[in-house]
T-cell receptor
């Protein structure tokens, strides 16, 4: 079974530039999560999709971050414009629907804003 | 109050000893609880999940859940240097929202 795929693995941009991350979840997983993990902290949920609908985006800084999940499969997360404090690892995870379902993580994208 | 509280550590344990990690959560609607392990520079991977009060054992790992006290713990028996990592507590509440704590760093010394 193929895992969660993310790209790119690393990205360095200047502040005020834009950047996009891509995620391909495990086939059949209806739930998709995007997390931001700052060094030394736990993952912070940015947005959760169920199929192609948003379930929770309460912690997504909507003035600069946006996300979509086309056709309930792949997802993209965009930052525009980036700030220095956006430097973090962006993790995508997917799971089957259900309370006991395990979330599987991709390798993450390490973003550095300079 | 944070939704999930964990001691950040580091928790230093000698090889072969028991490591005990604790986690408290604030959402009484939480239904499932997870322990993930994260090695430095890697993504989290699931160790165990538990949803009923009591203990659940899997190899050297035991998860304990007390919903009345809003408390979940993880015991690692016969700790090995390869267990050195950050352990993340997480819970699922309504809508399958998966919320993580800040993690506890564990160092197992040979």
């Amino acid at each position: 079974e193929a895992g969660v795929a993310q790209s790119p693995r690393y990205k360095i941009i200047e502040k005020r530039q834009s950047v996009a991350f891509w995620c391909n979840p495990i086939s059949g997983h209806a739930t998709l999560y995007w997390y931001q993990q700052i060094l030394g902290q736990g993952p912070k949920l940015l947005i959760q999709f169920q199929n192609n609908g948003v379930v929770d985006d309460s912690q997504l800084p909507k003035d600069r971050f946006s996300a979509e999940r086309l056709k309930g499969v792949d997802s993209t997360l965009k930052i525009q414009p980036a700030k220095l404090e956006d430097s973090a690892v962006y993790l995508c995870a997917s799971s089957l629907a259900g309370q006991g379902a395990e979330a599987f993580f991709g390798q993450g994208t390490r973003l550095t804003v300079v | 109050q944070k939704e999930v509280e964990q001691n950040s550590g580091p928790l230093s344990v000698p090889e072969g000893a028991i490591a005990s990690l604790n986690c408290t959560y604030s959402d009484r609607g939480s239904q499932s609880f997870f322990w993930y392990r994260q090695y430095s520079g890697k993504s989290p991977e699931l160790i165990m999940f538990i949803y009923s009060n009591g203990d659940k054992e899997d190899g050297r790992f035991t998860a304990q859940l007390n919903k009345a006290s809003q408390y979940v713990s993880l015991l690692i028996r016969d700790s090995q240097p390869s267990d050195s990592a950050t352990y993340l507590c997480a819970f699922k509440a309504a809508g399958n929202k998966l919320t993580f704590g800040g993690g506890t760093r564990v160092l197992v010394k040979p």
